[in-house]
């Protein structure tokens, strides 16, 4: 009696179980749930790589980048529910004028491209550009809209920051290239006995593209230039030509028209700029602060450990 005691309780434990609702909740059901079959990303001879593993250790490996996206994406999701609670949106002729730039920034073939390499169909890239528009609909109102620079603050940027502005040093030159170096010793001849014209002669010799405007490079400022044309060049004075400089592109000989020394220039030809600057610093500041607010309010939390 004792041994059939033993082997009905358990039975008899399953069934009140089941009477309170507990029965599958605590493993009594005969019955195991199917296991999903892992979704593989790679296999070979003596084993295989899962869609799991895979993510686990690409989160690992980019640990730093991997954290940054979860807190963009949580931060675009937070926006998106302000701008649902705001009543933020935009018009059709919104979203077609933005999807028009955005189009031309990629150029037309280069757009379709992107499409294809980032396995996005057109659909789907919509549905983000539509999201990106509210977010940045959104962000003008709380941000741009918000922001504007005093007179003063303008001047203050300027003198902060004049280094920025600084013009350095830059020559007017022209130059004649060509391939020969007996071609070139006869021109560098021409102009030291004044038989010819340097624009003539470049225009007539000259294999460079700017040949067909008299030898003309225009305004160049150091570092436009690679070394071996650079050097030769800003070591002459204005007015003067070079003798035939030999460099990897072939044979040589600079004009310098006109020099203009380094200079700052004054806050009146610079002033769309430093205006320019200074509102997208403000701005910056304004996006940072206005996020924080956005955090706070939604009570927005995210966990990096979790990735791992």
Not at 42 to 64: C, L, Q, T, V, W
Not at 92 to 117: C, M, N, P, T, W
Not at 210 to 239: C, H, M, N, Q, Y
Request: a negative charge.
């Amino acid at each position: 009696m004792r041994m059939r005691t033993s082997l009905l309780q358990p039975a008899l434990l399953c069934f009140l179980l089941v009477i309170f609702g507990l029965f599958v909740g605590l493993g009594c059901n005969e019955e195991e749930p199917p296991v999903a079959t892992p979704r593989l990303v790679a296999k070979f001879s003596a084993g295989e790589i899962s869609r799991d593993e895979f993510i686990s250790d690409f989160a690992k490996a980019n640990y730093r980048r991997a954290v940054k996206y979860l807190d963009d994406m949580a931060l675009q999701e937070v926006m998106m529910q302000e701008a649902s609670e705001s009543g933020v949106g935009f018009t059709h002729a919104d979203l077609a004028a933005y999807v028009q730039k955005i189009k031309e920034a990629y150029g037309s073939d280069h757009f379709d491209r992107y499409l294809e390499q980032s396995g996005l169909s057109y659909s789907e890239w919509l549905t983000q550009a539509k999201a990106d528009l509210i977010r940045s609909k959104l962000i003008e109102a709380n941000v741009t809209k918000k922001v504007e620079v005093t007179q003063a603050e303008i001047e203050n940027y300027y003198q902060e920051h004049g280094e920025d502005f600084e013009e350095p040093e830059k020559v007017k030159a022209r130059q004649i290239l060509v391939k020969n170096g007996e071609t070139a010793k006869q021109i560098h001849r021409f102009l030291t006995r004044r038989k010819r014209s340097f624009e003539s002669l470049a225009t007539e010799y000259s294999v460079a593209p700017e040949a067909a405007r008299s030898g003309d490079l225009g305004w160049v400022k150091r570092g436009d230039l690679p070394p071996e044309i650079e050097t030769p060049i800003f070591s002459l004075e204005e007015g003067k030509f070079s003798d035939v400089v030999e460099t990897s592109f072939g044979f040589h000989i600079f004009k310098v028209e006109k020099v203009q020394e380094a200079r700052m220039p004054p806050l009146e030809e610079v002033i769309d700029r430093v205006k320019t600057e200074a509102f997208d610093q403000k701005a910056e500041e304004r996006l940072d602060e206005w996020l924080k607010e956005l955090r706070k309010k939604w009570q927005l939390q995210v966990f990096p450990e979790e990735i791992l």
